[in-house]
Structures are given as C-alpha cells and as structure tokens.
C-alpha cells in the first residue's frame, strides 16, 4: 500500500492536540494546548488562520460550518466556520470537557467531561440537551452512533459504555480500560469510534489492540491487532469508506486495517515516535492527518483507497447486506492487498451508491455534496501528489436546490425577564416586583423569590421538586409551571401569599398532552398558555375562568391590572424575520380586545427579547436589537420607538437586559451585561437607568432636540388620557405639568421658527398651541414685526376660540359650581369671619370632591382646556385687543383698522367696566350684606381673576392701561389736557383727598402760570401751594372731600358730559392725531418690555 | 483627633445602595435624600447606608475602587514607589472597615479585600514612619508629604508632635550657655 509519510510540523505548543478535515477536505483543523483553532489550507500552509477559543483547547469538532470547542473554561462553544466567530455557548460543565464530536448529520454535539457527564446538545438550540449520567470519572471519550440511536463513551473509571440516547440509559457497559483518576493520567485517550454509514461496529481501542463490537447485539466479534504494536493505542478511526480503520499508539505507531479482512495494510512511525494523539481522515479517504503530544501535525497522503481507478458500482449495492457477513469471509482476502482493493466500498462512489441505496439514504443530504467534492480532488491528487486542494472547485449539487428565502427558525416561547432555561443558576423572573431565581445543580434544585420591596413579602425559599420552568410575579402571587414529563402532567403551582386565608398555595394539572407555554399574573387573575394553542384564564384564588383558542404558538404574554398581552406567531417568518401577532385584552367589567390579533412590528431579522408593561400600564417591548417600542394609543394603537438600548452600549456584544420601563419619570430599567445577551445570577447584577430617545432626524440641532422632546413629552403622557378612561385616578398635577412642558416647547419651538424665518412652520405649531398660547404667539408674533404672521395667528386664534365654544355645551350646568368653588379660597380671605360656616361647607365639598377622582378631573379639564361663558368672553375680547394693537401699529392710515375700532372699544369698555366693578365691590364690602351676597357677578370676577393670573399678571395689568387708552382717545376733550385722564383712573380707585380736590380746581392755574411744567412738576408746584394755604382753608378741603367720596362716580360722569358736550370741531381732531401719534409711541416703548420678557422665556429657559 | 472622628467624617461618604423600601425623598439638612425606589440604585451617606443597612433596608453596592483587581494593582503600585501614590478614596481604610464590617455580605471577595487594603495601608504608614524617621535624623526644617489621608496624618500626629517638641527641649537645654554646652562633648 503505497503512501507517503509527509514531514511533520509545529502546530501547537506541548500538549493535547486534536485534528479534524472540514466536510470539505479543504482545510485541516486543529487545535491545541495554546487555546487557538488553526486552519491549514495544506500542510505547507505557513500562515494558518487562527481562531483562538479560550486558554486552551481540550478538544474539537467540526461539521457543516460549526465549530465545536471544548475549552477551558469548562464551555463547549461553537465557533463559525471558516469566520471564526463565536456563535454562542452550547453548553457547560462544571470543569473543562475531554471530548466532543458530531452526529453524522451535523445536527448534535456530544460532549464528554471530566465532570464524569456526558451531554448530547442539540446544535440549533442549546436548551434541548440530554444528560448521561453513570460514569464515575472523567470521561475519556464519546462517539455518536451514525443512526443517532446510541452514544459510546469511555471513561477513566474503565468502564466503555453504549447509552439509549433518547432514554439517557446505560445499553451496555464493558470494563475494557485500567483506571485513572484523572483524564491527564489515563494511559490511552481511548477515543472510540463507530463506522460510519452501516453502523455496524464500534471500534474500541484496548491497550494494544483494537475491540470492535456490534451494534444490536453489543457482541465481541472481531479484534484487530499488530505484532509491531508494543504500546496502547490512543485513537482510531474508520476511513469515511468505513472499510478501513486507523489507529495511533502513544508510542507513535499509525496502523491502518482492512476491517472485513482484519490485516494491517499500513504502518507507519512517526518520525519521532511521540504519542498520537488525535487521527483525522480526509473525507476522501486519501489522507490521514495525525497530530502528536508534542503539537506537532503531520500526514499520511496517498492512501491507496482513494486510487483506486475500477468503476464498479454494483458492489457498494451490496455492500451493507453483506458487510457483516464478508467480515469472516475469506472469499475477500485476495483483494485486500491488490489495487482494486478498493472498489466496492472506494468514497468516490459513495454518491452514486446513495442514489440507488435506500440504506445510505438517510446520509445523503448531509454529506453528498461533501463527497462529491472529495471526488473532485481524489483526481487531482494523482497528479499532484500533495494535499494542494484546487482552490476554487464548483460545488456540483446532487438535487435542484431551494434558493429562495428560508424559513426562518420560529421564536421559543419565553417568560419576559428570564434568562435561557438550560442555565443552572439562573433568573427565571426579573420584574418591577422582584426577582425570582432557579438553581438546578447537583445538590440543590430549588427557586428563590426575593421582592424588591420587602414590605410586600419576606423572601421565600422553595424546593422545586416539580421541576418549574417557568415562573411570574406580582404583589399577590406567586406562579410556576413545569413541563409535562413522562409520568407526570405540565403543573401549574400559585402561591398565593396576598391571600387572607391560610390555604395560600393552589395548584392545577393541565390536561394530559398540554404543557404551559407561557404565563402571566395580572391583578386578580392568572394567564396560561399552552402547547395546544388554547389560553386558560384562573382567579388568582385558583378559580378557572375564560378559556379561548389563541391564532398561533405563544411567544410570551404579560399581565398588568386588568390587561393582558399576548405575542403569538401569526406565520412562518423568512431570511431571519419573525413573523409575530399581538392581542391585548382588557378584563375588568367591560371585557374587550383592544388590539385583535395585528402583525407585530420587530427590527430586521430579530426576535423579541422583552415584553412588559410601563408601571403606568402602556405595553412595552424589547426586540433583540435592543429598539424598545411603546404603544401609542392615541395614533390607533400604533407602535413608536422609544430606545435603542444598543447606542449606549460601548462594545458590540455588551447588551443591556431591559427589567422595566417608567413613563413618569421616564426610565428605561436594565442590566447592563458585558459580553452577553443575559447577566448571571452571582454577582448580583446592579440595575442601570438609561433615558428614552425617540429616533427623530438630527436631533443634534436645537430643533431636533426640541422635536424630540414635544413627541417624547407627548408619547410618555398618553397614559394620562388611557388611565383616565379607564377609570383610574390620576396624578392631575403631573398632567398639568406636563401640558404646561409641552406647550412652553412649542413657544420655544416658535421662536426658534420665528428666528428662522420659517412662519409657516410657526403657522403649523400654533396650530398644536392651546388657545391661551397661541395669543402669547401672536403677541411674540407682532412684536418681532411679522404682520402676516400675526394675522395668520390671529385667525387661528378664533378658529380655536370657535372651537372650544362648541366643545362648551357639553357640560355648561357643571361650571357654576365650580367657580363658585374656586372663589372659595379667595373669599376666604375678604369675608373671613362673616362666612366661616359657609366656608366650612365648602370645604367639605371640597375634600368630597377630590375623592371622587372623575369629577375632578373634569373640572381639571375646565379650567385648562374648555372654558365657562366668562372666561370665553374674555378671551375672545383679548384677542381682540391683541388684534388691535397690531392693527394700530399698521399704521392708523388703513381703513379697516379704523372700522374694527368701535365695535372692539366697546367689547373693551365692558371688560374694563366688569373689571373696575370688582374692586369697588370689594371697596364697599363692610356695607354689604354678606349672606344675601349675589353668586353670580363674583362668579364673574372670580373666573377672569383665575385667567389674569394664569397668563400672567404682566398681561392684565397691561390691559387696564391699554383699555383705558383707547377710551380716552375718544372722551378727549379740548378743555382737559391729557395728563387728567391718570387723574380719573384713581378717582375710581380710592377716595379723593383734600388735596386733589384743590389740584383739579387749581391745575388750569398752575398749567398757565408755568405752561413748560411736566405733570410730577405740576404736581410738586401744587403741593407748595396747597401747603401756603391756611389751615382752616385746607380744612374745608379735607371736609369737601369727604363729602364728595361717595358720588365720586356721579362726579366723573358729569365731567365726561360736559367735556363731550364741549367736543367737536377742528381741534378735538387734531388733539385726537397727536394723542393717537403720542400712544403709538408710547406703545413703542413700551412694547420693547413684554418683548423681552418673552424672547427671554424662550431662549435664556433651554 | 480621635480615629472614630476621623470615622465620623467618614461617614458623610456617598455609596451607592439598592433599597428595598419605597420612600419619598428625604429632606435634610445636608441636603435632599432619595427618592428611594426599590430595587434602584440610590446614592446615600454612608451613615445612613449603614443603618439601613443594619435594619436589613437595604444592600450596599461596594465602591467601584472596592475591587479584588484595582486593588491589587494599587498595593503593587505602592509597593513599588518611593512616594505616596493617590489612594483610591480620601476614606479608603475607614470606608472599608466600615463597610465591611457591617455589610461584608454584599461585598465580593470580602476578606481579599480587607487584606489588599491592609497591605496598602501597612506599605503607607511604614513609608510614613520611614519618612519621619528620617525627617528627624537628617534635622530637617520641614518636609512635604503628598497623598496623605487624614486618617494616616492622625495615626503619626500625636506621636511626632509629641517627640518633636521633647527632641526640641532637650536640644535648647544643650544649645545656650557655653557652660553647657561642654556637656555635648561627653
């Protein structure tokens, strides 16, 4: 048998090494004590790709692009092959593993460890595992059966075992090997190995001959031996052709046997006759690759399987059936040591063989192309005589390949807040409640329920003898459920703690054949679902209730008061997606679904990773690219992105684990875990608080920043309007506080506009402006000198003034009450001891009221967003006001602004009238009877006093004086020089002193002796006057003016006529253009004040 | 000074703590408390970590320079130089005898830490002594000691002042008079 022993070569450092062939034979992987993976393109390949998997590397696998690890840190890990990225953790063991290899279709990893264990894990899901218990050492070995019905293992104990995998129970057990205690002090590695294909036998290398054994009957039938092998054999392994086995000895020996003839055909030494320590063939036969203790790789090529040149294809046919039988047959030997002693079984027939075979069948989507491939090079080899592979050989398909978009592999059902179920130590609930924990190991299997707030409950400790899986917590309960075992059926356990009672705990069996997916606890009651697509609703005191079918699988469901989510699959999802739907149902009186079964949105090509509720109960989840979305109820129960957990995130495999979400005050609570999807249980993991950020465009820019926050202000108060619906109290100063937020960030926003030149992007804010806002807008507006902007405003101020009064016949027999109400406080304080029963009373109802939550929040309502009569009217006559002064600084020359006038001062006069009534009123307040006190007019004043003080005093005081300009402007007299008209106002105020009576007789006097004289001069010359009087003339001053404060009224008016009747003519219209020049500029100047004001509110506040 | 008020000033320390009690922000004189979330982080002076601590009110989350690694780093790093290296916190013995003394279970690797703070301290105070001692024999006027904290400046201070002033007695004795000041030469 020719073959060319090729020069060894340094791989890894001194120690364990192991070898493997790709599916393809391209590559040679190995891996050694230096915890790298290196991938040889060829043996003089002089820059191997390196993946390093950990400290170091104890053993690896590879198969259908995965690599399997076992390193150091007692993780078997797979690694993406030939990209070498981590692709997860398929399992752990309490120390490093020994072994692990494939089943043939690629589809498990069979794991051995020195923790005396033996795992089977599945490759697509790491939570399905089986665990082989029963040897008492470190595992030496495993091998899967090629049928994937048995598993062999080898331990130190001495013990080569055959396990039921399904079963996870011993077959058969031999004492073949010497016992050690440890892995790194067993004589032989004693890796097993079981031919592939038929099945048939289990090679087992004991000390220096080879064991095969068969499969079904576990019999002794053959042994393999060679006289020149002194030393134990580490390792052996059947050729892919299973006709062949190989085997290396710690003393450096390679012998290769014919099985069905049991001779040796080859052997070789290794050139320094270091120990074998891990043998790999080429999926074509043709090679062997071999690695030794010291790290070094070498490789046997030319094998003289591979050349065979005979085309018979009829044998392999008959192969299988006659395998067995041919193994004693000696009719065979003659070929064994000829050239064409290949040609039944040679691989490159294999292919062929498959499609006729119904045996072989079940191998071929797994490794058809794959030998096909090694058909390819088996002829290339003859020509070059190395392991050269062409690099680029077309992969040649047996069948017509699927090329469309896959199917994408359905989401598990999960319990928001857990981490995986196959970890054992691990979180099984993390909510706004506590932290319920699951420890599965060796000695204890048991679950921790820890509250956050401990005034809720004290911690408790179970035994979890069912075998929960899942759990839910609430500030009642406490709820499990296990899986449905052989025996046993899915349990559903509450422990009821909030329960008056001293029964707290209920169970219930699901009936047979339906095991809980997912459950949840709400307030009072209890959610499950379940494998058969149906959902069971218990009272939390264990009653059943609604049972109903649910459209799909369940994905996860969550409770919160009186609603329940439910996340299913809808389909099948393609290229990664998931394709998920949602129901969210509300409980309580009035059951009903509020979102029937929509297609669920999640980023592209991820799962859901978090489902919850805000505390103030809007849903909430997590996708696994770390996007939290909220529900927003009041654009159709639509979905916003809030978060993306992974902006914050500082390195690409660092994720935050989401515990809960707060709207009030806006709180993202998570985890943060580095390097992991999920954090441990020890150390204890420390709650982060990251903010929300709603995903607008350019939020770097003043006004994407101030976009941001209207919509997140916004979004983050919906559950204001959902919460009151629903009949729940709330927190009316925070919703008043976050009304009055939003509205100072759309002033913002327009001044920001207003800077930008950009009116109609103010025209479009003042449109989500409130009323009162919109008219400090249109003031900001006029101010700044945007006409047309103002114009645009003022029109949208009445269309809101329309609006509103359209809203107000809803509730108009509420309002009395409820200024009368309000004024309560205020006449406190003028009519303290006249009205302390009444008072009381309505204090009374005032405490009354504040506990009916529904009532008060609608005369909340009232006060910020509808309006009574008075205030409408108020409104509508400052809009007025603020129209005309915009007008006027149009200039008095426009037409129309002389027209709007009358009708506007008389709108004005009457507010001014209504104001100056209050204070006289107050004025007179000892003369009135205070039981018969009219209700309505202090309504009156009551209600406009609460608008002035709302928009600020600034704005009222304003307004008397500007009200009182325009009445002047029309009451001018010839004979009474402006400066009288600030007279009259505080001849209304207060009554007249002597002094003033004297000043309005003398003025005309003193106005002619010193014409140049400004008023406070006019004033000062008075006061010397008077004070030159006499006494007794100052006297009958004082006395005229006592006698004259009560019809100090009737006095004005008989002045106003008489100046009226002494008007008309030339003059009074001059007097009128330079009184109007005289107001405008005065107006000028002092507009620059409230200006100020606002553009400091608007930009000094962000 | 006294150590335990060196440990009183200690005490006005922030440490983080997760509360598991709910409770409206406190007001005090110091300044506001809280609000206390439970199962949220909160930052609260030592003292009163300590006492809630001692009701079982709370767990306490170690400092971040309260770490097996970063303190092992620093002892070697005071091992190795002449002078005083910065310390991890103005309190770092008092904090952790504090905290350990009194909430060693929420703490990791308890007694690894209180050993590597040990050894920083004994490498501090024998670099201190050290120093003194040759302040002292070299007659030196007046030195300067950087990163000193305060309780180590109060261990050596009763003592140093203490032998100072009597060195400085018997040296005046013996400096005037030169009737006297034949005495130096026996």
């Known amino acids: 048998m020719p073959c060319e022993r090729k020069p060894m070569r340094y791989d890894h450092s001194e120690g364990h090494t192991e070898v493997c062939f790709d599916d393809s034979g391209k590559f040679i992987v190995t891996c050694g004590n230096d915890g790298d993976v290196r991938i040889w393109e060829s043996l003089d390949d002089d820059d191997p790709k390196f993946i390093t998997v950990g400290e170091k590397a104890y053993s690896l696998a590879l198969k259908k692009g995965k690599l399997v690890t076992a390193s150091s840190n007692n993780t078997v890990q797979i690694h993406t092959f030939p990209d070498g990225d981590p692709d997860g953790i398929l399992t752990r063991f309490t120390t490093h593993a020994t072994h692990v290899a494939f089943n043939s279709s690629g589809s498990r990893v069979a794991a051995g460890s020195s923790d005396f264990m033996v795992k089977v894990v599945e490759v697509s899901d790491s939570s399905q595992q089986k665990t082989l218990r029963g040897h008492e050492a470190p595992v030496l070995s495993v091998t899967f059966d090629p049928k994937d019905d048995f598993l062999a293992s080898a331990s130190c104990d001495g013990s080569v075992v055959v396990w039921n995998i399904e079963e996870q129970t011993q077959v058969i057990s031999w004492p073949l090997l010497q016992k050690t205690n440890d892995f790194s002090n067993a004589k032989s590695l004693c890796r097993l190995a079981w031919q592939p294909g038929t099945a048939k036998f289990l090679a087992v290398p004991v000390e220096t001959k080879v064991h095969l054994y068969e499969r079904g009957s576990w019999d002794h039938v053959s042994t393999l031996s060679d006289d020149l092998l002194t030393q134990p054999i580490n390792v052996v392994a059947w050729s892919p052709c299973g006709k062949f086995l190989a085997a290396g000895s710690v003393g450096g020996s390679l012998n290769v046997w014919d099985v069905n003839s049991k001779l040796c055909v080859e052997r070789q030494k290794h050139e320094k006759g270091f120990t074998v320590c891990s043998l790999a063939w080429h999926p074509s036969g043709s090679q062997i690759a071999y690695t030794d203790t010291e790290g070094c790789l070498g490789l046997l090529d030319g094998l003289s399987t591979s050349t065979s040149t005979t085309n018979t294809t009829k044998a392999p046919e008959k192969k299988p059936a006659e395998d067995y039988d041919a193994l004693f047959d000696d009719d065979d030997d003659d070929r064994l040591m000829d050239e064409g002693l290949s040609d039944t079984n040679s691989p490159v027939k294999k292919p062929v063989a498959g499609d006729d075979d119904d045996d072989d069948d079940f191998l071929m989507p797994a490794t058809g192309r794959v030998r096909n491939r090694g058909d390819k090079f088996g002829d290339d080899d003859d020509d070059t005589g190395s392991a050269v592979m062409p690099a680029a050989a077309p992969l040649v398909p047996l069948r017509p390949v699927y090329e469309g978009p896959l199917p994408s592999a359905p989401q598990k059902a999960f319990q928001p807040g857990s981490t995986p179920a196959h970890l054992t130590h691990r979180f099984m609930m993390w909510n706004s409640v506590g932290i319920v924990r699951g420890y599965n190991d060796e000695q204890d299997n048991a679950i921790d329920v820890e509250f956050h707030d401990t005034a809720v409950h004290h911690a408790m400790h179970l035994t979890n003898s069912l075998g929960h899986t899942m759990a839910d917590l609430s500030q009642e309960a406490v709820l499990l459920a296990c899986p449905s075992t052989d025996e046993l059926a899915s349990k559903l356990q509450c422990l009821h703690f909030s329960s008056w009672d001293t029964n707290k705990e209920w169970m219930v069996d699901l009936p047979k054949g339906e095991d809980a997916r997912a459950l949840c606890l709400g307030q009072g009651w209890v959610a499950v679902a379940t494998s058969t697509l149906t959902l069971r609703l218990f009272s939390i005191g264990g009653l059943q209730r609604e049972i109903f079918s649910l459209p799909g699988p369940v994905v996860c469901m969550v409770g919160h008061g009186e609603q329940l989510l439910i996340i299913y699959h809808r389909a099948t999802g393609f290229d990664g997606e998931q394709a998920l739907g949602v129901q969210l149902l509300q409980f309580g009186r009035r059951k009903r679904q509020l979102i029937n079964g929509e297609p669920f949105p999640l980023s592209l090509k991820s799962y859901l990773s978090w489902l919850g509720f805000t505390a103030e109960g809007t849903p909430c989840y997590v996708d696994s690219e770390g996007v939290v979305r909220m529900l927003n109820r009041s654009l159709g129960n639509t979905w916003t992105p809030v978060c993306n957990t992974r902006e914050t995130c500082k390195s690409k495999s660092d994720h935050y684990w989401v515990v809960g979400v707060h709207e009030n005050p806006q709180q993202l609570r998570c985890i943060p875990c580095k390097g992991s999807r999920y954090p441990p249980t020890l150390p204890r993991p420390a709650v982060a608080i990251l903010p929300f950020k709603l995903p607008l465009c350019q939020t770097t820019t003043e006004k994407g920043q101030m976009e941001e926050q209207l919509w997140r202000s916004v979004l983050f108060h919906n559950h204001y309007s959902f919460l009151s619906s629903s009949g729940y109290e709330i927190d009316e100063e925070g919703q008043s506080r976050s009304q009055k937020e939003q509205q100072e960030l759309l002033m913002k926003m327009f001044a920001l506009s207003c800077k930008l030149e950009r009116e109609f992007r103010c025209v479009e804010l003042a449109e989500l402006m409130t009323q009162n806002v919109v008219t400090l807008a249109i003031r900001y507006a006029s101010r700044s000198r945007r006409m047309a902007l103002a114009q645009r405003l003022s029109e949208i101020a009445l269309e809101k003034a329309n609006q509103v009064q359209e809203e107000e016949p809803e509730e108009p027999e509420e309002e009395p009450e409820y200024s009368r109400r309000t004024s309560g406080n205020r006449r406190y304080q003028e009519e303290e001891e006249e009205q302390v029963e009444e008072l009381g009373e309505e204090d009374d109802g005032q405490e009354m009221d504040t506990e009916e939550a529904a009532e008060t929040r609608k ?45 506007v001062t008389n709108i004005l006069d009457n507010m001014t009238s209504s104001k100056k009534s209050a204070p006289l009123r107050s004025a007179g307040k000892p003369n009135k009877d205070p039981v018969l006190k009219p209700l309505a007019p202090r309504t009156k004043t009551k209600t406009q006093s609460t608008l002035l003080q709302m928009t600020g005093t600034k704005a009222s005081s304003k307004k008397t004086q500007a009200n009182a300009e325009p009445a002047a402007e029309q009451q001018k007299q010839p004979d009474v020089p402006p400066p009288a008209s600030p007279a009259d106002n505080t001849e209304n105020k207060r009554p007249k002193t002597g002094f003033q009576l004297w000043l309005e007789e003398n003025r005309k006097t003193i106005i002619a002796d010193h014409p140049d004289l400004e008023e406070t001069d006019v004033i000062k010359e008075a006061m010397g006057r008077f004070r030159t009087l006499s006494a007794e003339d100052r006297l009958s001053w004082t006395e005229r003016a006592k006698g004259q404060t009560g019809d100090a009224a009737d006095l004005k008016k008989r002045k106003r006529a008489e100046g009226e009747e002494g008007g008309g003519g030339r003059d009074v219209e001059n007097e009128n253009g330079r009184a109007e020049a005289d107001e405008n500029s005065a107006k000028k100047k002092k507009s620059l004040d409230p200006t100020s004001k606002l553009s400091a509110f608007a930009f000094n506040k962000s | 000074m006294d150590p335990s008020e060196v440990e009183f000033l200690a005490e006005k320390e922030m440490v983080k703590i997760i509360p598991n009690f709910s409770l409206d922000k406190v007001y005090l004189i110091g300044g506001d408390l809280g609000p206390f979330n439970p199962g949220l982080p909160v930052d609260v002076p030592v ?140």
Request: with cysteine; charged share 25%.
């Open chain 1, 859 to 903: 005369r909340q309502f009232h006060l910020f967003s509808s309006a009574s009569p008075e205030r409408r009217t108020c409104f509508s006559g400052r809009m007025v006001k603020v129209m005309v002064e915009y007008l006027q600084m149009l200039g008095a020359g426009k037409p129309s602004a002389s027209s709007g006038q009358p009708r």
């Open chain 2, 47 to 186: 003292w009163l970590a300590l006492n809630l601590k001692q009701r079982q009110k709370c767990r306490i989350v170690p400092p971040a320079w309260m770490d097996v690694e970063k303190l092992e780093e620093m002892r070697d790093l005071e091992r190795k130089e002449d002078m005083f290296t910065p310390v991890p916190s103005p309190y770092y013995m008092e904090l952790t005898k504090l905290l350990l003394n009194y909430a060693s279970d929420n703490i990791p690797k308890a007694d690894e830490i209180r050993t590597l703070v040990k050894d920083i301290w004994d490498t501090r105070v024998a670099k201190l002594r050290l120093s003194a001692d040759s302040f002292i024999s070299q007659m030196e006027a007046h030195a300067k000691l950087d990163n000193l904290t305060l309780m180590e400046i109060n261990t050596i201070r009763a003592f140093l002042l203490d032998s100072l002033n009597c060195m400085y007695k018997l040296r005046s004795n013996m400096q005037p008079g030169s009737s006297k000041g034949q005495l130096t030469d026996y």
